[in-house]
């Protein structure tokens, strides 16, 4: 693994999600079309960088494959520093751009009605399916080869649900990139507690009880 590309590669594929994510809330085109935005980012995010550092994109994701044992923890740790610079990269620039009103309104955030507790249970349960998603059709050498499709089409469907509850972030980076830039930490928590247990409880039952001897 070359750590130089495979670093830069996850910092410009986590800043395309914050960057296209922001931008699409504000252009307000609807839950549609917020869910294809971000899911149409990670799909071809994924594809792009899924060669030169596996497309994690997301600190749950990393997570999830350090569990699962497919990295190890020193470049665990690196790809979450990059991650998370790339994501508030992504968010200053766009604090520069359109405001902090902006940046705010696109850090996920609890919707109306929904508690603490329903949100993390929320965000492991989505974030859960996409790790899972992440094992079956990108690590699995058993799985189809179909880049990053499955995965941002996974995006796309946990936010259709997942928006008006949690804004389903299910990536830690996400939240923490528009968090830090707009210094807004309402419920910032949830956004990594959540992820983190969906993450790597599926890298764990990946690991445990589907993964192919390779």
């Not at 569990?67 to 766009?94: E, H, M, P």
């Not at 990139?177 to 210094?183: M, N, Q, R, T, Y």
């Not at 807004?184 to 990946?206: D, Q, S």
């Amino acid at each position: 693994m070359n750590k130089v590309a495979s670093s830069i590669a996850e910092g410009i594929g986590t800043f395309t999600l914050i960057f296209i994510g922001v931008g699409a809330i504000h252009a307000n085109p609807g839950l549609l079309g917020v869910a294809l935005a971000h899911g149409l980012a990670i799909a071809v995010m994924v594809s792009a960088t899924g060669h030169i550092s596996g497309g994690h994109l997301n600190p749950a994701v990393t997570f999830g494959a350090w569990v699962g044992g497919k990295i190890g923890t020193n470049d665990a740790v690196r790809y979450w520093a990059s991650q998370l610079i790339g994501a508030t990269a992504a968010a200053f620039v766009c604090l520069g751009l359109f405001g902090r009103s902006v940046v705010v309104d696109g850090t996920p955030q609890l919707g109306g009605g929904t508690s603490a507790g329903a949100g993390i249970v929320i965000e492991a349960i989505l974030t859960f399916f996409l790790v899972f998603v992440v094992f079956g059709t990108g690590i699995d050498s058993r799985g189809p080869k179909i880049g990053g499709l499955a995965i941002g089409l996974t995006v796309a469907l946990d936010i259709l649900f997942g928006g008006p509850l949690t804004g389903a972030a299910m990536n830690p980076a996400r939240t923490f990139g528009p968090a830090l830039a707009a210094s807004f930490w309402e419920a910032h928590y949830i956004y990594w507690i959540g992820p983190l247990i969906g993450g790597g409880l599926a890298g764990w039952v990946y690991k445990t009880f589907l993964m192919g001897k390779e």
